[in-house]
């Protein structure tokens, strides 16, 4: 077999740069369950049916077949992999209603997949951490608050450049819209989300083009979609437009709570951005983006908004807010480009060196009784000279290697070459040696 | 949208299940660190021509079409899902082998994908937690003692049912079925491994028809396949046998090197077991299969050995030894069955109560601090009536209420209904209701 070569778009990490992952990850789970969300895995295929119901990602899925499908076997429906985690939540949601306690928050931590033309940022493969509050028939305004803050801890403390979460409302814009007499409010939007990429004129020329805007109306809508505060006096500013509405005000409102009370606990987190639009037409409420701060420009690492009609079984609706944080956006080209490191490639702490063959099994006892005491602890290979030994730890950021002789057993820390005698079953290492840590350059 | 039905050979777990699930993922995590084994994610899929490789399993490949696929985009290779964890491994080493040390050892946690027709047991996905140890060049055998230790740590103190690990060498009975005169060991192999399944006298006929055996030689096949032992009181009773081989006596060698270091490192966890015979013909050395004790009909919870061609670009050959522990197969059955659950459904341990709405943003602000100190909290939904609040609690298991009345902020164990006055920063709850924890039926 000739070596393979990476597959463009299915990004996968060195062990060192894994050990920041996962660092990562396990630092989003414990914020996640902090606030009381629980952990749920959702199975990576969806029926075709499922995937296609929102029209314009259907062209990003990946279909499946069994190689020796039988004609025979009609047990099977068409199955795609998942492109997000919110089409397979609200699934699961509808499929498991009757055991679940409403409201129902959870967290999901999984890779979905996008068949589209692999570029700069975009995978093929990528992994998603999602949280979800989800309601059976009405879900109260305070969530879009909180799914906010949640994510403001989960993200603070990371080893990651500033980022600052931009907020709107879908009544406020569509609201506004309707105030000033454009009919169809949901197409405006989409055309207001296309700002960042083809700019104030062109935009301005769609709205007049598609949704039959006058000019006047099409500058009221750029100078609304310029307006931002870090704080509620984006209120008065909207209201200086001149335009008034019930589901503007209904929006003004919901989005100053949220804003309010996220500029109260978690200061310069959040900003009302009323250009904030989210393609997704199933967005009703708050709609939220996060951006690494100055480089708006690569798009968000963090998105989301509130929906109420994404899932339904007829009986119930199943209102929810919810935001999905782009793991592998945020962090591979940050491991790419060395901007994050580990300190080591391995979890060992300690390595017991060999001074001859026949000691393995001894060797063996006293690793075991390390890490009894939660030490990460692995052996030598083989009783090389110590030198070769020492080098092995050294290759792979050992800090420590443990040895036996006349005087006893003694521990060396290979980066100072302090060697002292120890007693195996009360020598703890510093606690920033005992596990990896990440390491920004 | 009706109501969604599971998928057959899918299991997905209600948030309970998933608590355990997630408590065993995380126990055998620590347990591989421990012993220095860092983290992998490979990537879903491989080349179809890769997961071809193993003819025998071919027919189990879910391949992949994307759904708006190009014909002019010839860059796209067939790709399929990996049904196993051991071939994107081996892809993975040979693919950064110039960036990996050796001996490297790395444990892999992910689902993986079958599509054969569902069957009791069997699913279509499934999650395997895998360990392997991989050299360059040469492999010492003492790592095949050594992935045996790591497996008897990873599975003690799991609330499951006794197991215990089977091993055989694969030198040990080829060897044995070369002394004897059978020239097609490996298909003699295939045979004996059909024991559990056919039956004696069913595999005697195969070997008599298939490999050409005499009556006596099949008969010594089976003699041997009959010869278990705790310690290595096999070597005696194999030789005893009267059937000499170099190959032989390499395999004995290795075996009782095992089965010996592992009675005295994890006493009565392996048993020597001349039957494991392992199907896949890439295994050379030892090979091992871990059983519930009293349910061996139901299948390995964990199998694998010591393969030496697995991986190799022309350069070099990358020996490993390895074992995969199957997360789903152990472990869905004991949730389905209810042998399995969580005290909770939630992370949370403590619910802050409303005495009325505006108290909301007070309410977050005494949870966070709670969080701060690493107790998972959350804010009741609405200022329901006290009674309605506590039965929220209930209803998901979070034990404690936190509540501001005239007294000052007071904590209720609602299985006791003790109530207490705390101070919000000093508080902790007793250490077993911090996390939910597994309860055995």
Chains 1, 2 share one sequence.
Request: aromatic share 6%.
């Amino acid at each position: 077999m000739s070596r393979p070569q990476p597959l463009s778009g299915f990004p996968e990490l060195l062990p060192r740069q894994r050990i920041v992952e996962l660092q990562v990850v396990d630092h989003l789970r414990r914020a996640f369950e902090l606030h009381g969300f629980a952990n749920l895995q959702t199975r990576a295929v969806e029926p075709m049916d499922q995937l296609l119901r929102k029209g314009e990602t259907s062209k990003e899925v990946y279909v499946l077949r069994r190689l020796q499908a039988d004609d025979r076997d009609t047990s099977d429906a068409e199955l795609g992999l998942h492109f997000d985690l919110t089409v397979p939540f609200a699934r699961y949601v509808l499929e498991n209603a009757g055991k679940l306690n409403f409201p129902f928050r959870r967290y999901q931590i999984q890779p979905v997949w996008r068949g589209e033309r692999p570029q700069s940022g975009r995978y093929r493969e990528f992994w998603q951490a999602d949280i979800d509050i989800i309601d059976q028939g009405e879900l109260p305004a305070h969530y879009e608050v909180e799914v906010a803050l949640v994510v403001a801890d989960a993200l603070r403390d990371l080893p990651i450049p500033a980022v600052r979460m931009h907020v709107n409302n879908r009544k406020l814009s569509q609201g506004f819209y309707q105030g000033l007499g454009i009919a169809d409010t949901e197409e405006a939007l989409r055309i207001i989300d296309k700002l960042d990429k083809i700019g104030a004129d062109a935009v301005a020329k769609l709205l007049i083009d598609t949704v039959d805007a006058t000019p006047e109306q099409a500058e009221a809508c750029l100078k609304l979609a310029s307006i931002s505060a870090a704080d509620t006096s984006f209120v008065d500013e909207i209201r200086a437009l001149g335009v008034t509405d019930p589901l503007l005000e209904e929006g003004l409102n919901e989005l100053a709570a949220v804003v309010d009370a996220a500029a109260k606990a978690a200061p310069g987190f959040v900003v009302a951005d009323m250009k904030i639009a989210r393609g997704l037409d199933y967005y009703t409420g708050t709609v939220y983006e996060v951006f690494i701060e100055g480089q708006e420009h690569l798009g968000s690492i963090c998105s989301g908004g509130r929906y109420d009609e994404l899932a339904s079984d007829g009986k119930h609706t199943y209102p929810g807010v919810g935001l999905s944080i782009g793991v592998s956006r945020l962090l591979v080209p940050l491991l790419q480009s060395g901007a994050l490191d580990a300190t080591r490639e391995v979890p060992t702490c300690v390595l017991v060196a060999l001074a001859n063959d026949d000691d393995r099994a001894a060797a063996t006892g006293l690793a075991q009784r390390l890490r009894g005491r939660g030490i990460p602890t692995q052996v030598s290979p083989s009783a090389a000279k110590f030198g070769k030994q020492i080098k092995f730890a050294d290759k792979r950021g050992i800090p420590f290697v443990l040895f036996v002789n006349d005087e006893g057993t003694q521990i060396k820390d290979i980066r100072s070459g302090d060697q002292v005698t120890i007693d195996v079953d009360a020598w703890n290492p510093p606690a920033e040696d005992l596990h990896p840590t990440i390491v920004t350059a």
